[in-house]
Nanobody, 124 residues
Framework: QVQLVESGGGLVQAGGSLRLSCAAS????????MGWFRQSQGKEREFVAA????????YYGGSVKGRFTISRDNAKSTVYLQMNSLKPEDTAVYYC?????????????????WGQGTQVTVSS
């Protein structure tokens, strides 16, 4: 069983930055792909970023590429999402997820455990 707890969300002005964290419990964190997804009100959940178990491979959704950076610290069982140049359209609940895929994946079916989410609100 893996449990994920996100933190770091909040209110920020457009152009600002936030760093989300996702702390994982369980013995297999180091061998799992980690991902971030987001869901805006009234919209389907959207892929944001994913990272391989080693941290050597990353994959980003088109709307965040060049602005967001995913990273992980296996010693701390934590994955991060550094979000820069935030826009009002980045406003959403951000979810952390983990799965056993061989490579970072942008599809929800690749992930078997999810966190509860953290709210990010970007004001214009």
């Amino acid at each position: 069983q893996v449990q994920l707890v996100e933190s770091g969300g909040g209110l920020v002005q457009a152009g600002g930055s936030l760093r989300l964290s996702c702390a994982a419990s369980g013995p297999t964190f180091s061998y799992r792909v980690m991902g971030w997804f987001r869901q805006s009100q009234g919209k389907e959940r959207e892929f944001v970023a994913a990272i391989s178990w080693s941290g050597g491979y990353t994959y980003y959704g088109g709307s965040v590429k060049g602005r967001f950076t995913i990273s992980r610290d296996n010693a701390k069982s934590t994955v991060y999402l550094q979000m820069n140049s935030l826009k009002p359209e980045d406003t959403a609940v951000y979810y952390c997820a983990t799965g056993r895929a061989s490579w970072p994946s942008g599809t929800e079916d690749s992930y078997d455990y999810w966190g509860q989410g953290t709210q990010v609100t970007v004001s214009s």
